[in-house]
């Protein structure tokens, strides 16, 4: 059982250079996340999506731009990347908004 | 604004002691808790939740206290082990639809 799959696990950008972060998870869970993750810090929600076809904005949106694109896969975009969003990001899924959140492994991105 | 914290950033104990550690929340609406594991390089991994109709709730070697009184979480890890040794976060769901994370506790578990 795969659980959440992130792609990639490292990635090096150039600042103004755009990606997108692909997620999937095969729990046929409802509600997916994009957390990301500072050094020393906790988690920090930046969008999430309670269901297939909705999106909502978390913490720290800005930047950044999600797409769920079926129930099992939530892709994170930067659209112009910039240092501040040198992270580890992690995908999330869980059966519904309130309970357990399973996570993927992480991408570590360095913007420079 | 609403948040959840950890009381100490870094907790060092020797391998067979008992481990306490704290989190607190100051949100009253959050009714649903979890405790977070985190080794180096990976995802969180689920170790316990529970909710606010509860004070305790035990599981293998954890047991997690809830005191809403005074918005205090607390995870006690019994007869710590070098597998042990991780970040450890809590996090809650005051009635929204995603988890908020405190910045976490270091546990490092001395052989």
């Known amino acids: 059982n795969a659980g959440v799959t992130q792609t990639p696990k490292f990635q090096v950008l150039k600042t103004g250079q755009s990606m997108t972060l692909q997620c999937a998870q095969d729990?046929?869970?409802?509600?997916m996340y994009w957390y990301r993750q500072d050094p020393g810090m906790g988690l920090r929600l930046i969008y999430y999506?309670?269901?297939?076809?909705?999106?909502d904005k978390g913490e720290v949106p800005n930047g950044y731009n999600v797409s769920r694109l079926n129930k099992r896969e939530f892709s994170l975009r930067l659209e112009s990347a910039a240092p501040s969003q040198t992270s580890v990001y992690f995908c999330a899924s869980s059966d519904e908004g309130f309970g357990e959140a399973f996570f993927g492994q992480g991408t570590r991105l360095t913007v420079v | 604004g609403e948040s959840v914290g950890l009381h100490l950033p870094t907790l060092s104990v020797q391998e067979g002691d008992n481990s306490i550690i704290n989190c607190a929340y100051s949100?009253?609406?959050?009714?649903?808790f979890i405790w977070y594991k985190q080794e180096s390089g990976k995802g969180p991994q689920f170790i316990i939740d529970i909710r606010s109709n509860m004070d305790k709730r035990q599981g293998q070697r954890v047991t997690v206290l809830l005191n809403k009184t005074v918005k205090h979480l607390s995870l006690q890890i019994a007869a710590t082990q070098p597998g042990d040794s991780a970040v450890y976060f809590c996090a809650e769901n005051g009635g929204r639809r995603a988890l908020t994370f405190g910045s976490g506790t270091r546990l490092q578990v001395q052989p």
């Open positions: 999506s309670a269901s297939e076809g909705t999106t």
């Open positions: 729990m046929n869970h409802n509600s």
């Open positions: 949100n009253s609406a959050s009714d649903y």
